[in-house]
């Protein structure tokens, strides 16, 4: 979240953060925002709330400010089949792994515990399915011998930083868009995520 504000902010033409909303009143995250001048609200889950009933005052708060995109930076609750359809195709998310390897929790110890080479980050649109909607962007990470999920974690987040205010940008940009279950860039369907090859080609940072 503070790596897409401040991308915002550093880059010309870009899009423009209008509020952060946590269901946590005491997250990390909204005091950041504070402190970076964005506001912020708060939506608590009570228990009397169930999902259906959470997801729709969510709804109305996000309503409120009129966003052009909805995009999850920790967001850790499911969201229904009902607001991601009020959505459709203006909700992003970021996962930490090569989807569709890994969704759900837990992707670095995975990745570790396959002994896999590579890992990384998705950007995709989000859908009912759990981390399953159209990837937009991916980041590749190599993973070293002696990692383990504090240093590969690390790694991975830089490069999440990279890659979700870019996707952003696009989206913002009218570049990208969500239809027929794909995601679109610059007017052609994308049949796999872009492979983000940014400043070091090692993607060993
Ligand atoms: N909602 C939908 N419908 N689709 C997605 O793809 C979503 C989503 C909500 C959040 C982020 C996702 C991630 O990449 C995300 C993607 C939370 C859980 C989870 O199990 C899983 C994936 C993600 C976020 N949440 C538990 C729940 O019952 C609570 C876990 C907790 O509080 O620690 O909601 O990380």
């Given at each position: 979240m503070q790596a897409l504000v401040e991308?915002?902010?550093?880059?010309?033409?870009?899009?423009?953060?209008?509020q952060v909303i946590s269901d946590k009143p005491a997250a990390a995250g909204l005091a950041i925002a504070r402190?970076?001048?964005?506001?912020?609200?708060?939506?608590?889950?009570?228990?009397?709330?169930?999902?259906?009933?959470?997801?729709?005052?969510?709804?109305?708060?996000?309503d409120e400010c009129e966003p052009a995109l909805i995009v999850l930076a920790g967001f850790m609750?499911?969201?229904?089949?009902?607001?991601?359809?009020?959505?459709a195709g203006r909700i992003m998310n970021i996962h930490p792994s090569?989807?569709?390897?890994?969704?759900?929790?837990?992707?670095?110890?995975?990745?570790?515990?396959a002994h896999d080479p590579l890992h990384g980050a998705t950007v995709h649109f989000v859908t009912a399915e759990l981390d399953g909607g159209p990837p937009i962007?991916?980041?590749?990470?190599?993973?070293?011998?002696?990692?383990?999920e504090i240093t590969l974690a690390a790694r991975v987040?830089?490069?999440?930083?990279?890659?979700?205010?870019?996707?952003v940008d696009w989206y913002c940009a009218g570049r990208l868009h969500c239809r027929d279950g794909r995601a679109w860039l610059d007017g052609a369907a994308l049949a796999a995520p872009v492979q983000y090859d940014g400043d070091d080609a090692s993607r060993d940072h």
């Open positions: 991308h915002s902010r550093a880059q010309a033409r870009s899009y423009r953060v209008i402190d970076l001048g964005v506001a912020t609200r708060s939506v608590p889950a009570h228990k009397t709330l169930d999902r259906a009933a959470y997801d729709r005052t969510l709804a109305a708060t996000i609750r499911i969201l229904s089949e009902a607001f991601v359809e009020r959505y090569l989807l569709p390897k890994y969704p759900g929790l837990h992707t670095h110890r995975q990745a570790l515990a962007i991916q980041a590749r990470v190599r993973v070293r011998p002696d990692d383990n987040q830089n490069q999440e930083h990279r890659i979700y205010p870019l996707a």
